[in-house]
């Protein structure tokens, strides 16, 4: 089966765009990505873990959301695929790459869709009987405690590739914190906190102020 039978229409922003625009475009489209274009043609991707880096480092902590653009967070070096691609080569591409998503090109270079891991992941369960244990991570998880402070469990989130992180008191599911949640939250405190005080109350923001509580959980033999 061929990429184009299963990819979406991808939702474009501008590079010059605010970055606040973009977040409340990521909310308002309900997508984890924006493929950022110019005249029709490629430059980037903007998700969000891009946002929730960019807003995180120390000399931008102090700047304000609404002044920066999507040019200053996003991804410029892509990895793309052709709409002609097989499906079963592009998942493991992006299993290697550690991808959620990529764009789709045609032999010109120019945008024509998007690819994900939910397409991929349903139209695996339409073929055949996947489960979620099939799916799941079986290695050591990483976990986050609600009192962390938010910026470390970003980092660790980030170093380790992780989309999202279950947070727990040692013994039980507390929580989840996902990529969206950090930006938006980050966002949330560089709109509200004066420029002066940023720096130091950035500290502050811990994983409870983020996270979304009692989060949906799935059994193993689920399909």
Known sequence: MEISQIMTDPVTIAKD????????????????RL??????????????????????????????????????????????VLPTDDVTKVAQLMIDRGMSGCPVVDKDGRLVGVITKAEITTLAKKIENVKVKDLMTKEELLVVSPVER????????????????????????????????VAEAMAKFSEEVP?????????????????????????????
């Open 35 to 80: 493929i950022v274009t110019e005249d029709g043609n490629l430059r980037g991707i903007l998700t969000y873990a891009d946002i929730a880096d960019r807003l995180g480092v120390s000399k931008v902590i102090a700047v304000s959301i609404g002044r920066l653009h999507v040019s200053s967070a996003m991804t410029e070096t892509v990895i793309t």
């Open 150 to 181: 938010l910026i470390k469990a970003r980092s660790e989130m980030l170093a380790a590739g992780y989309t999202g992180l279950p947070v727990t008191d040692g013994k039980r599911v507390l929580g989840l914190l996902t990529e969206r949640m």
């Open 17 to 32: 765009q605010r970055l606040s625009f973009a977040l409340d475009l990521l909310q308002k489209k309900r997508v984890d």
């Open 195 to 223: 420029d002066k005080y940023r720096a130091n109350q950035v500290r502050m923001i811990r994983v409870v102020d983020a996270m979304m509580q009692q989060p949906p959980v799935a059994d193993p033999d689920e399909p």
